[in-house]
T-cell receptor, first 114, second 112 residues
Framework: SQQGEEDPQALSIQEGENATMNCSYKTSINNLQWYRQNSGRGLVHLILIRSNEREKHSGRLRVTLDTSKKSSSLLITASRAADTASYFCATDSGLTGGGNKLTFGTGTQLKVEL | DTEVTQTPKHLVMGMTNKKSLKCEQHMGHRAMYWYKQKAKKPPELMFVYSYEKLSINESVPSRFSPECPNSSLLNLHLHALQPEDSALYLC???????????FGPGTRLTVT
């Protein structure tokens, strides 16, 4: 079963506005990652936040992590039409043999209109 | 080179066919992954290879058979698939544990 639940499922905003997506998960994690997917193509990694971090920034992206509430949020500031995509959180529970096991959330479909 | 390549981009196959999907990366990553993604759903992990050895099989039916011939190459052999196996198949790689994954563009598979 999916570990992460995201809300909202869909979000429509105007260019220049901020977009916030939330992710909740159920078990302990090593880290949490956010990915973007454009129109049924491959996923692009956006940001990784480790379990001992509370906040991380990358350009127009800000991610927070609250391990006590098992939740994370992704904020995209000053959105652009090119930000239109599906956004997934993914929790990493780690693997003993190498590699990392990512379990993806349900995703938020963001549409940024001109 | 931070690219993961997948071939073919599209594949249509009958239920009695045998076909293979190919994935390649030249980033020196030691972990490689296969995911299956249905429309409007998140990717679901199928297999993980670490240092060319299968480390995770997420209870995938035997009609899907992964192979890792070397550290840069990952194959997924398909045989006797069902229409419900139609999906986007994504390959990914990562340096090792607790690192981000790099995804290929996927192979869109249709089983008729």
């Amino acid at each position: 079963s999916q570990q992460g639940e995201e809300d909202p499922q869909a979000l429509s905003i105007q260019e220049g506005e901020n977009a916030t997506m939330n992710c909740s998960y159920k078990t302990s994690i090593n880290n949490l990652q956010w990915y973007r997917q454009n129109s049924g193509r491959g996923l692009v990694h956006l940001i990784l936040i480790r379990s001992n971090e509370r906040e991380k920034h990358s350009g127009r992206l800000r991610v927070t992590l609250d391990t006590s509430k098992k939740s994370s949020s992704l904020l995209i500031t000053a959105s652009r039409a090119a930000d239109t995509a599906s956004y997934f959180c993914a929790t990493d529970s780690g693997l003993t043999g190498g590699g990392n096991k990512l379990t993806f959330g349900t995703g938020t479909q963001l549409k940024v209109e001109l | 080179d931070t690219e993961v390549t997948q071939t073919p981009k599209h594949l249509v196959m009958g239920m009695t066919n045998k076909k293979s999907l190919k994935c390649e990366q030249h980033m020196g990553h030691r972990a490689m992954y296969w995911y299956k993604q249905k429309a409007k759903k998140p990717p679901e992990l199928m297999f993980v290879y670490s240092y060319e050895k299968l480390s995770i099989n997420e209870s995938v039916p035997s009609r899907f058979s992964p192979e890792c011939p070397n550290s840069s190459l990952l194959n997924l052999h398909l045989h006797a698939l069902q229409p419900e196996d139609s999906a986007l198949y994504l390959c990914a790689s990562s340096r090792d544990r607790v690192y981000e994954q790099y995804f290929g563009p996927g192979t869109r598979l249709t089983v008729t």
